[in-house]
């Protein structure tokens, strides 16, 4: 479960080399944290079925998700996400032809005008699950996180679900370290997610964080999606690439913004976008 369209691990790192919460650390009972993430994206490319970048009708989207960890017990952490997404497309080929048709059954004479695109605006991803720790090795430590995805069959459509319910199952294993004396981490995911628009997917995201100075926190993440089976645009591959950084404002406060794009794909949009987000930590 991530905080972006086609699924962000969130983890804050205290001064220390430890990680203070999120990803597969789990958070103390009676303790969380809420973060509201406000995108804006649009994509006016995509790469096709060999990788390379072609012309497709273009599409802006803006998005905001509210994502929430609660420590239940020591071996359990909840997590919760909720969203709304505003999405404007440009109408296709296909949408132009569709358009004279109708209008030839109708006994109308074509019209010049230009076919609306897709759009939508309301609720987008709705998820709930939960995170129990495996088991620690040395400094590492393994957890696994199962939960469910909700969406309306309006929303469903711009959220990569084909079902009213998806189930996402990930393994997730996280590292503290130090790079030249300064506090860091890692985290990384694999994970299996039902019935995207192509099928089944299998999901790869990595996330690696730095302390530069103590109330700031750089964050480099990549998120990894391909549906083996495809459907009707065959196999479906996607990476999405993002940079950030996290400044703590107060010890329950922080402030992030970053970037995001889709660094390389197959049959998926080539979207770029910047983020910004709200931390409070309780």
């Avoid at 001064?15 to 406000?38: D, M």
Wanted: with cysteine; glycine share 12%; charged share 20%.
């Amino acid at each position: 479960m991530r905080a972006s369209a086609t699924s962000i691990v969130f983890c804050v790192t205290a001064a220390a080399a430890q990680p203070a919460c999120g990803g597969a650390w789990l958070l103390p009972p009676g303790k969380g944290q809420a973060i509201v993430t406000t995108t804006f994206a649009d994509a006016r490319k995509a790469y096709d079925a060999n990788g390379r970048l072609i012309e497709t009708p273009s599409y802006r989207k803006f998005e905001t998700r509210v994502y929430v960890e609660h420590g239940v017990l020591d071996w359990l952490t909840v997590v919760a996400e909720g969203g709304y997404m505003n999405f404007s497309g440009a109408a296709g080929p296909y949408d132009r032809l569709n358009l004279l048709i109708e209008e030839t059954k109708a006994g109308l004479p074509p019209s010049l005008q230009t076919p609306p695109g897709p759009r939508y605006e309301g609720l987008g991803l709705g998820a709930l699950g939960a995170r129990t720790r495996l088991f620690a090795w040395g400094d590492y430590i393994v957890s696994l996180q199962a939960g469910v995805r909700a969406a309306s069959p309006a929303a469903r459509r711009f959220l990569d679900m084909r079902d009213a319910v998806q189930g996402d199952l990930r393994l997730l294993v996280g590292k503290p370290f130090e790079l030249f004396g300064l506090p860091g981490f890692i985290d990384a995911q694999l994970g299996y997610r039902s019935r995207g628009q192509n099928g089944d997917e299998i999901r790869a995201d990595f996330t690696a964080g730095l302390r530069p100075l103590p109330p700031i926190l750089l964050l480099a993440q990549s998120y990894s999606g391909f549906a083996p089976r495809g459907g009707r645009a065959g196999v479906v591959a996607a990476q999405k690439f993002q940079l950030s950084a996290v400044y703590d404002v107060s010890a329950s406060l922080s402030l992030q913004i970053g970037a995001i794009a889709a660094i390389g794909g197959v049959n998926s949009p080539a979207e770029r976008g910047l983020i910004s987000a709200l931390w409070w930590r309780y």
